[in-house]
Nanobody, 122 residues
Framework: QVQLVESGGGLVQAGGSLRLSCAAS????????MAWFRQAPGQKRDVVAA????????NYADSVKGRFTISRDNAKNTVYLQMNSLKPEDTAVYYC???????????????WGQGTQVTVSS
């Protein structure tokens, strides 16, 4: 059974930082593209960033470029999202996802985590 478990969300003031983690189990982690998505109330779920098998970051959303960094540790089956200079518009539920290479071209993830809330106050 595949599980993706996010942690690290919370409430932070604008300008602050958070680091999200996603621990994966039940899959061969190094074989998967990993990604972070987010969904704000009333909005569709959008990709924030993705990272390939060789830990090369891919597909950063324009709104987070220069502020967010995705990374992975294949030895720990974990993917991270370091979020700096947070803005109120970053408030959303953040989801970890795993998929094939189609994920780099707008494809649907094969697996989703349950999500973690990030709230940025002004």
């Amino acid at each position: 059974q595949v599980q993706l478990v996010e942690s690290g969300g919370g409430l932070v003031q604008a300008g602050g930082s958070l680091r999200l983690s996603c621990a994966a189990s039940g899959l061969t982690f190094s074989n998967y593209i990993m990604a972070w998505f987010r969904q704000a109330p009333g909005q569709k779920r959008d990709v924030v960033a993705a990272i390939d098998w060789n830990s090369l970051p891919r597909n950063y959303a324009d709104s987070v470029k220069g502020r967010f960094t995705i990374s992975r540790d294949n030895a720990k089956n974990t993917v991270y999202l370091q979020m700096n200079s947070l803005k109120p518009e970053d408030t959303a539920v953040y989801y970890c996802a795993a998929g094939t290479s189609t994920l780099l071209n707008g494809g649907i993830p094969r697996y989703w985590g349950q999500g973690t809330q990030v709230t940025v106050s002004s």
